[in-house]
C-alpha cells in the first residue's frame, strides 16, 4: 500500500458520449467522497480544453440527488472534447492548472486519443517531479480499446440498436412485398463491433428473422456480392433488412464513403454515407424499394434503452479509479474482465495507459460466419450479458426527467490562456 497523498482531484470527459459515460462520473465522485485524503473534488469543463482554460467546477457542491441523478442521464454532464493537446506550452498549462488547484489525483474518462492524453500529461509530472496520479476510466460506444473485455457505453448502445432493429423489421414486415430493402447505418469507424451487435435482434426460433444481412469494417466490402446477398435474401424473405457500419471499406482498404477532406482534431476522416451507398446499390441494381436509416447520435444518448449492467459496470468502473489512485496507482486505465466462474461476472483490473493509447481491438475473425454477412455463436455469447436490464429513468408528465449540475466555478487562479486553433 503506497503512502497516502493528500490534495485534490479532477475528473473529466473526452471523446463522444455514451448513455453510460455519466454513470463513471459518479462512481468516481461516490468513491472520492469516502477518502479523507482527497479534499475537494473538481471536475473539468469539457475535457482538457476546460482545464486549459481553467474552467473547473466543484462537484462536492452538487446535490446527492443529482450524482444519483448522473447514473440515468445522457450526453457527458461535464461536457467533453475533441480537442488534441498540441504543443508544449499546452502541456505545461495543465501541469500549471494542476499545480494551482492542487490536483494530486486525475481521472479522466474517455477512449483511446483520451487514454493518450492522460498518458502523456502523467509523463510529464514525472518528468517535471510533480507528485500526480493518473487513472484511465474506459469510455466508448465502439469497444475497440484493448486489453479490456468490453468498454463502458457498449452494452447499451447495441441494447439499443437492437430494439431498434426489431422495430423497424416489425414496420419492414408490414409494408414488404419481396421488394423492399431497408439499410441501417451505424457507428464504428474501425471495427465492427456495434454492427456486430445487431444480430442479438435476431429470433433464436427464426432463421431468417431481420437483420438479414451485417457489414463488418473487418470483412471487405463487395458491391457484386453485397448485390447477390440482397437478391438471395429477397427471394426468400418478404424485406431485406441491412445493418452496415460507418467504417465500411473495400478491397483497397478505402472507406465506401467519406469526406476525405474532413477530418477531426485527431487526424480521423469524417464518416458518414454508408447506409445511403448501400441503399443507392440496391435501388440501381435490384428494382427495389430501398430505404437507409442513419441512428446517428441517437443510438449513444438512449438512455431509455440503456442496459443496466451497462450503467453498473461504469459506476463500478469510476469507483474502481478512485481506489487504484489511492492505493498508489498511476498511469494506469481501469479494465473490465469477465470472471471465469459459471454465469456471468465482471470485474476490474488496471492496464498501462501506454498499451491502451491509439490501439485498436477489431472483431475476432472467427466470430464472424463464413459469409462474411452474420455472426456466430461466439458473439451473441460474448455480447448477452452486456445488454441485460433496463435503466429506470424517472418520468414526470410523460417526459423523461434528466438531471444538470449545477457546476459552481472553483476560483480561477492563474492569468487567461488562448487556445491554438
Not at 452494452?155 to 419481396?178: F, L, P, W
Not at 473495400?250 to 482534431?265: F, K, M, P
Not at 431509455?304 to 479509479?321: I, K, L, P, R, V
Request: contains cysteine; charged residues 20%; glycine residues 10%.
Amino acid at each position: 500500500m503506497s503512502e497516502e497523498l493528500h490534495g485534490n482531484c479532477l475528473v473529466a470527459q473526452s471523446g463522444g458520449p455514451t448513455s453510460v459515460i455519466n454513470s463513471s462520473l459518479a462512481g468516481v465522485v461516490t468513491e472520492a467522497l469516502n477518502h479523507e485524503c482527497i479534499e475537494e473534488i473538481y471536475g473539468g469543463l469539457n475535457g482538457v480544453q476546460g482545464i486549459l482554460t481553467e474552467q473547473i467546477v466543484d462537484l462536492a457542491a452538487e446535490t446527492q440527488q443529482n450524482i444519483r441523478g448522473l447514473r440515468y442521464t445522457p450526453g457527458a454532464a461535464l461536457g467533453t472534447c475533441r480537442y488534441k493537446l498540441r504543443s508544449d506550452a499546452d502541456f505545461d498549462r495543465v501541469l500549471e492548472v494542476f499545480k494551482a488547484h492542487n490536483i494530486r489525483y486525475f481521472f479522466y474518462a474517455g477512449g483511446n486519443d483520451s487514454q493518450d492524453t492522460a498518458d502523456k500529461i502523467s509523463k510529464l509530472a514525472q518528468k517535471k517531479g510533480y507528485e500526480l496520479r493518473v487513472i484511465g476510466v474506459p469510455k466508448t460506444i465502439d469497444n475497440d480499446l484493448v486489453t479490456t473485455d468490453h468498454t463502458p457505453g457498449y452494452g447499451s448502445v447495441i441494447k439499443y440498436i437492437s430494439t431498434s432493429i426489431r422495430e423497424i423489421a416489425c414496420d419492414n414486415a408490414g409494408m414488404g412485398q419481396h421488394d423492399l430493402v431497408q439499410v441501417v447505418e451505424v457507428m464504428g469507424r474501425s471495427a465492427g463491433w456495434i454492427a456486430a451487435g445487431a444480430t442479438l435482434a435476431k429470433n433464436k426460433d427464426n432463421p431468417g428473422s431481420a437483420p438479414h444481412l451485417i457489414y463488418l469494417p473487418e470483412v471487405p466490402f463487395s458491391k457484386e456480392k453485397y448485390i447477390e446477398d440482397v437478391r438471395r435474401v429477397l427471394q426468400k424473405e418478404k424485406f431485406c433488412l441491412v445493418v452496415v457500419g460507418e467504417g465500411l471499406i473495400d478491397a483497397e482498404g478505402n472507406y465506401v464513403s467519406t469526406d476525405s477532406q474532413t477530418a477531426d482534431a485527431f487526424g480521423h476522416s469524417q464518416l458518414g454515407g454508408a447506409g445511403e451507398f448501400l441503399r443507392g446499390l440496391a435501388e440501381e441494381n435490384l428494382s427495389v424499394k430501398a430505404r437507409s436509416i442513419k441512428l446517428g447520435m441517437a443510438q449513444r444518448a438512449a438512455v431509455h434503452c440503456a442496459s443496466q449492467a451497462d450503467s453498473d459496470e461504469a459506476f463500478m468502473a469510476g469507483q474502481a479509479a478512485v481506489k487504484a489512485a489511492i492505493a498508489g496507482e498511476t498511469d494506469k486505465m481501469v479494465i473490465l474482465v469477465r470472471g471465469e466462474s459459471e454465469g456471468y461476472v465482471c470485474e476490474t483490473a488496471l492496464a498501462p495507459l501506454s498499451e491502451i493509447a491509439n490501439g485498436v481491438k477489431l472483431l475476432p475473425e472467427s466470430w464472424i460466419n463464413e459469409d462474411g454477412v452474420s455472426m456466430n455463436y461466439n458473439f451473441t455469447k460474448y455480447a448477452l450479458p452486456l445488454i441485460q436490464g433496463e435503466v429506470q429513468v424517472p418520468f414526470e408528465n410523460g417526459m423523461p426527467q434528466y438531471i444538470e449540475l449545477k457546476k459552481i466555478r472553483a476560483e480561477r487562479l492563474l492569468p487567461t490562456y488562448t487556445l491554438e486553433t
